[in-house]
Nanobody, 120 residues
């Protein structure tokens, strides 16, 4: 299984970006999909997550600005980021819990990361 993230870039404060992350390989189902981020000198933190039923959760710092969604047919998660702030600058990583077979326990996978830079 591989996760491929895309959509990062350089944007001015107040701007928007849309991140995508697609899983490929042998997949029976994807239980949860999430985005984490890691800024220089800081620990990796959860930004947003979405379950297979569509329930979502967000870090307080991004509530009302970021929206996570998923397309199960494409094994893809998206995150629309609006009202970006310089403090959102970080490498963003996707993270999936995936079942390879119907009776398999979920296994955790990370994408390679995509850089988001917000200038003031």
């Amino acid at each position: 299984v591989q996760l491929q993230a895309s959509g990062g870039g350089l944007v001015q404060a107040g701007g928007s970006l849309r991140l995508s992350c697609a899983a490929s390989g042998r997949i029976f189902s994807i239980v949860t999909m999430a985005w984490y981020r890691q800024a220089p000198g800081k620990q990796r933190e959860l930004v947003a997550g979405i379950t297979s039923e569509g329930s979502t959760n967000y870090a307080d710092s991004v509530k009302g600005r970021f929206t996570i969604s998923r397309d199960n047919a494409k094994n893809t998660v998206y995150m629309q980021m609006n009202g970006l702030k310089p403090e959102d600058t970080a490498v963003y990583y996707c993270n999936f819990d995936i079942r390879i077979t119907w009776n398999d326990r979920p296994r955790n996978y990370w994408g390679q990361g995509t850089q988001v830079t917000v200038s003031s």
